[in-house]
């Protein structure tokens, strides 16, 4: 009878032995892949996006220094004229009338002190009358060549080389002499002014780092600069800050800093908006995490799964500084060395067991290059 109660206790034993290694099994499922990252640090060039327009390098109002009627316009609308070149032609009759009779009185005077000069070293007429003589001529010269501005001013002529703009006047029109509307403007396009605001807390930030080692300068290319365009397409030719104004503007608290760039082909056009990349400084040591591998909790918090030594899924909260072609720029929360998941995140939780692999390079590049298009179509 014992022999019998013990064969079905240990049957029982068994049987339970079983049925916990079951549920252990159960409970254990295998580590799950992912790919991961292991950061480096490198120096990365932190760079600034501001809005601006552009402007012309130089404008000019064409307006008319004389009175008259306009006989001539003689440049072609939206085309390219030079400095000098002759614009309108305004009826020269009655300053050409008033010149010839400048000219008249002037030779007439000429002649006089030409008879008198003689005369008074002879003493056969008094120096004062003789003074007299040469003070006419001189007046009349003076006459002569105000004509002779005037005669000229019925010539509008192009102040600077440019791209002039529609006519706002015709043939026939009456123009007048200091006149407030301007027949026509030229803007020098090439090279050509964009103008940014930077608020001045974050200059006053940025000049902090640079003072106490956090950020090095950006070096020869400090003033480098590069556009987005309108339409979120990148320009091709990099411009050069030129100049940062040391007020600041009360309404805005911002400064206004100015570039210049190349614009051969008149792609750029005054008044267009774009956003300027201007470099601020170079982070010695900076940390790139991918940008599909930071997540952001319920208060909108970064942060990212790491893969500790032995294995294990650790949930690590960051902080993240600007996007850098489809990656973040890590501010705090993690180190060289540390291995971050990219790929299976969605398979994986805080505490779990994970069998790590590290991403293809080529991989890496390929997001990259595609998280950079994507982030200049969204701009």
Known sequence: ???????????????????????????????????????????????????????????????????????????TEGAEVKAGQQLYQIDPATYQAAYDRARATFDNANAVVRRYKPLSEAHAISGQLYDDAVATAKEAAADMETARVNLNYTKVIAPISGHIGRSLSTEGALVTSGQSAYLTTIQQLDPIYVDVSESSQNLLQLRKALAQGHLKAAGDNAAAARLTLEDGGEYAHEGKLQFSEVTVDEGTGSVTMRAVFPNGQNELLPGMFVHAVLQQGVQENGILVPQESVGHDIKGAPYVMVVTADGAVEQRAIGTGEMINGQWLVTKGLAAGERVITDGLQNVRAGAKVTAAERPAATVAEIQNKSSMTDSSAQ
């Open 1 to 75: 009878m014992h022999r019998k109660i013990a064969v079905i206790s240990l049957i029982l034993l068994l049987s339970a032995c079983d049925r916990n290694s079951s549920a252990e099994n159960q409970a254990a499922p295998p580590p799950v892949s992912v790919n991961v990252v292991t950061l480096r640090t490198q120096p990365v060039t932190l760079s600034t996006r501001l809005p601006g327009r552009t402007t012309a390098v130089k404008s000019a109002e064409v307006r008319p220094q004389v009175s008259g009627i306009i006989l001539k316009r003689l440049f």
